[in-house]
């Protein structure tokens, strides 16, 4: 397969052209760590054109009906919809999740366009009840401006649709940065946007192995009115500092700790769809993957063993193979990240019951693991794990799995299984998290508000939530109204 077909350009796109060069840096295949593609190494004067781009196409787009932004973004999305088997092809080339993942992660990011070309329709203000004769109170909905999306490899395609489609459906236009180790899907979706009828100037791509630069530009430039940024805690904090210099408003969807907790009253064979589900998802790369297990004792050798026999059944190879569940890791600092995560657990005491080494597969690939007796003095508690290795915690009590649970400054996603509605409930309620599923282990979808609490971030994608993150409410006061 040719990984970069020839009607996606290994090229940046800014104000509608296509730039290449002079300097590239290569896309490597996780699975293989062969080269798929060379792409533009842009820095800051390049950035700075982009978004004179974005700020010449703003008035134009942003005027346009809501309904004529729609029939564009409609375009799309049967653009990118019809193309599934190639962009399917590309992000398993260059992220390295299986190809039926990579099918499903392109209808999830489709979702977000044909959602969100619908939802731009309803930007709708308010008119506000008088407090005084002769005054009316409206507010009506704006465009932010031009945004800057930076974007993680984990989802090459959703996570950029998540933030582009809403902000183009708002009437804003964006300059996304994609992540180094995955700029191609980025660029196969802006292509496919122009082909749609997005014009010039109003979807900009700039690729970089020089992602600080960049993003000191985007946070830096007062022209850019919003920021959207999906990737680490570390770095969203960095940039939350560097947009302070000219307040920008931000949405930032950082790193998890996601528990998720077992009771005695689970159904075990729910629990242990649901751990399976949430865990293993793109080989335990995506922030809202269970990284610890609390199981109650009263279900506890049950529950690792049955989920133990699951696991053993999952393929790990290349993920153009057939058959293969787990792909590899993004890079040899993931890959030694994990298997330094499990060593740790080890060291204290835990103890492996599937897998726990790397897998034969080659360099990046893990083994899919069960670790069992995790205590809170191992790191593998504290840090996201990002791979496709579960942690057991034993709980006796309630009280003591929501203290084990809010026991992090993360509170990003959060699971629990118990068959007890009013137990259930309750918990759900007393977890910090943005996001919970009650005995159910998989609820992203283009309807419902994503995002975190405390350090795992701000505001919300997705969901009515997600188009409000791109515009800003004006207050209007009609005077000299006769009563
Ligand atoms: C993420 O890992 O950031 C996104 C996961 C999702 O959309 O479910």
């Known amino acids: 397969m040719n990984a970069s077909p020839p009607r996606y350009p290994n090229a940046a796109l800014i104000g509608g052209q296509w730039v290449t060069g002079p300097d590239t840096f290569p896309v490597i ?41 729609a029939q564009i973004l409609k375009r799309w999305f049967d653009l990118v919809t019809a193309d599934t088997e190639h962009l399917a092809q590309l992000m398993t080339a260059e992220q390295g999740k299986p190809l039926a993942e990579a099918r499903g992660e392109v209808a999830y990011g489709a979702s977000f366009i044909e959602w969100f070309a619908e939802e731009g329709k309803r930007a709708y ?16 909905k704006q465009p932010i401006g031009v945004v800057a999306a930076i974007a993680p490899w984990n989802f090459p395609i959703a996570m950029i649709t998540r933030k582009v489609a809403p902000a183009l459906a708002a009437g ?46 985007l946070c830096e430039d007062s022209r850019v009115r919003k920021l959207s940024f999906t990737g680490s805690t570390e770095v969203g904090k960095a940039l939350y500092r560097q947009c302070a210099s000219n307040v920008k408003k931000l949405t930032l969807e950082l790193g998890g700790n996601a528990p998720l907790l ?27 993957c269970a990284n610890r297990i609390l199981v109650q004792s009263g279900i506890y050798d049950r529950f690792a063993e049955a989920l133990a026999a699951e696991v053993k059944k999952l393929k790990v190879g290349p993920g153009r193979d057939a058959g293969v569940v787990i792909g590899p890791l993004i890079n040899a600092d993931a890959a ?42 191992m790191t593998i508690v504290h840090e996201e794990i990002f791979g496709p290795v579960a942690a057991l915690i034993r709980f006796e009590t309630d009280e003591e799995a929501i203290r084990i649970a809010n026991d992090t400054p993360f509170g990003l996603a959060a699971y629990l299984f118990s068959q007890n509605l009013g137990r259930a409930w309750s918990v759900a309620e007393a977890l910090d998290a943005g996001m919970v599923g009650v005995n159910e282990g998989l609820f992203s979808n283009e309807t419902v508000p994503f995002g975190g609490v405390k350090e795992s ?14 515009l800003e409410t004006k207050f209007i006061c009609l005077g000299g109204i006769a009563s």
């Open 125 to 140: 203000g308010r008119t506000i009840p008088t407090t005084a004769a002769g005054k009316r109170y409206i507010t009506i």
């Open 172 to 217: 804003c236009t964006v300059v996304v940065k994609p992540a180094e180790d995955t700029p191609l899907c980025a660029i196969a979706i802006a292509k496919l946007a122009l082909d749609a009828g997005v014009p010039p100037g109003v979807f900009n791509v700039i690729t970089t192995a020089n992602a600080p630069a960049v993003g000191k530009v």
């Open 262 to 288: 077992v009771f005695d009253d689970a159904n075990l064979e729910q629990a242990v769809a649901g751990a399976m589900a949430s865990k293993y998802r793109n080989a335990g790369q995506t922030c809202v």
């Open 29 to 69: 295949d996780p699975a293989t760590g062969a080269e798929v593609g060379r792409v533009p190494d842009l820095g800051a004067a390049e950035t700075k054109t982009a978004i004179d781009a974005a700020e010449a196409a703003l008035p134009a787009w942003s005027k346009k009906t809501a309904k004529e932004r």
């Open 336 to 377: 030694k990240k994990v298997d330094g995560l499990v060593r740790d657990a080890v060291g204290k005491g835990a103890k492996v019951i599937v897998g726990g080494s790397p897998a034969a597969a080659g360099p990046l690939f893990y083994q899919p693991s069960v670790v069992t007796g995790v205590t809170p003095d």
């Open 457 to 470: 971030g701000l505001g919300r994608e997705g969901a009515a939530e997600g188009l409000d993150e791109y």
